[in-house]
């Protein structure tokens, strides 16, 4: 089983505020995807990174694939309420492999 | 599009009987379907890997009689939990993958409550 490791693991800010969470791994991945999942509910998918080296962005989030493709951080800027939730990473060992192992997870609480 | 669904999204059921979880793509096709469990505050952990029209591959320490899978179209995979016991209870997730892409679309989720 691949770990992927999440810090931190819990993050309460004021609405405004910028972050970054981190997801790091000994192995490689082909593709690497960010998660953002509310109580009670399954994870949406919000991006999906599968360049070394690569950075996307989606309105107030960067995300950022590691050169060697084993880590990828998630920077959020001016935080608001409405970000509050658990992000997940998950990586793909190889293309077109089935299993997706997921990241320990970030919680946070953005408040207003 | 990529729509996942499940159901039920809750089912509070006794202890001893068993219970049915459906997964479904509404607009897209889905060789692979995964099953995953989640504990609160916990990330997710993958149960098995569901393949259209074969058995289902399930992770070490999962109880293949116990965690009953069928993937009998492209559509359709479900999750039998046989013989509910109280620490059965959790949150049971589904996704979907994509033939054509990298990406898995995950169902809304199904709360089970083994009383």
């Known amino acids: 089983t691949q770990l992927l490791e999440q810090s931190p693991q819990f993050l309460s800010i004021q609405e405004g505020e910028n972050l970054t969470v981190y997801c790091n791994s000994s192995?490689?991945?082909?593709?690497l995807q960010w998660y953002r999942q509310e109580p009670g509910e399954g994870p949406v998918l919000l991006v999906t990174?599968?360049?070394?080296?690569e950075v996307k962005k989606l309105k107030r989030l960067t995300f950022q694939f590691g050169d060697a493709r084993k880590d990828s951080s998630l920077h959020i800027t001016a935080a608001q309420p409405g970000d509050t939730g658990l992000y997940l990473c998950a990586g793909a060992e190889a293309t077109g492999a089935n299993n997706l192992f997921f990241g320990t997870g970030t919680r946070l609480t953005v408040i207003p | 599009g990529a729509v996942v669904s499940q159901h039920p999204s809750w089912v509070i059921c006794k202890s001893g009987t068993s219970v049915k979880i459906e997964c479904r793509s509404l607009d897209f096709q889905a060789t692979t379907m995964f099953w995953y469990r989640q504990f609160p505050k916990q990330s997710l952990m993958l149960m098995a890997t569901?393949?259209?029209?074969?058995?289902?591959?399930?992770e070490q320490g999962v109880e293949k009689d116990k965690f009953l899978i069928n993937h009998a179209s492209l559509t359709l995979s479900t999750l039998t939990v046989t013989s509910a016991h109280p620490e059965d209870s959790s949150f049971y997730i589904c996704?979907?993958?994509?033939?054509?892409?990298?990406?898995?679309?995950f169902g809304p989720g199904t709360r089970l409550t083994v009383t």
């Open positions: 192995s490689v991945f082909s593709s």
């Open positions: 996704s979907a993958r994509d033939v054509r892409a990298y990406e898995q679309y």
């Open positions: 569901s393949n259209e029209g074969s058995k289902a591959t399930y």
């Open positions: 990174v599968v360049t070394g080296g």
